[in-house]
């Protein structure tokens, strides 16, 4: 493994000449605009393709979650465990019916329709935004390379002040475009069920609690 170090430094900060040629580089400069909650700049170190497929995949889970409001409602004031399957695939016409249903965990309480119509950076940064994936750090250990245009960056989230296991380590996924590192973004970047969970109107889900205890 090719080893680095880093925690925390500036997004724009280079140590001599251009980091795009590194993936431990690529993923500490992304890992440092998480942890400054700076979005739109950690989506520029994600490699476009990945972000076309995040952008779909989070629609059809979107979707599915409108589809399924009724259901889902239900189980939370029966105190049931969900048991709705998320869509893989963005449905066309699913979109059509349900995109005018407002989503209360994006700030400005978009609806599916709107965020669908937003450029896939757009959309990732609105996303993460909305997930709130940030620790207190992140440290990058080094990477791992798999042939000429995949790499796989270990690194360890430092969440200040949390319990957990301080030797814990989690993997990114690297690939190279047009000569250039870019990660890949994942669920475990971006928080999907965080969202998934506050979508609904507060008003509904405070009625769904009072429900559940009554």
Do not use: C
Not at 55 to 80: C, G, M, P, T, Y
Not at 94 to 123: K, Q
């Amino acid at each position: 493994m090719i080893p680095t170090s880093s925690v925390r430094p500036h997004p724009d900060a280079k140590n001599g000449g251009s980091s795009d040629d590194d993936p431990s580089h690529v993923a500490t400069d992304f890992f440092a605009a998480l942890a400054l909650e700076d979005w739109d700049h950690a989506v520029r170190y994600v490699e476009p393709r990945s972000l076309a497929e995040f952008r779909e995949s989070q629609l059809a889970q979107l979707v599915s979650w409108a589809v399924h409001r009724d259901e889902i409602r239900q189980a939370r004031s029966d105190r049931n465990t969900q048991t709705t399957t998320p869509e893989r695939a963005l449905d066309a016409e699913l979109l059509d019916r349900h995109g005018d249903v407002p989503l209360h965990a994006f700030d400005g309480a978009p609806t599916i329709r709107e965020l669908a119509v937003l450029p896939a950076e757009t959309f990732a940064a609105r996303f993460l935004g909305a997930s709130r994936p940030t620790p207190g750090a992140y440290r990058v250990l080094g990477h791992v390379l798999e042939g000429d245009d995949t790499a796989h960056v270990v690194y360890r989230p430092i969440d200040a002040g949390l319990p957990g296991d301080p030797h814990a380590v989690a993997v990114l996924r690297a690939r190279r475009h047009d000569g250039r590192w870019h990660v890949l973004l994942n669920q475990e970047l971006a928080d999907a069920a965080f969202i998934l969970f506050h979508l609904d109107d507060p008003d509904d889900q405070d009625e769904s609690i009072q429900a559940g205890l009554r």
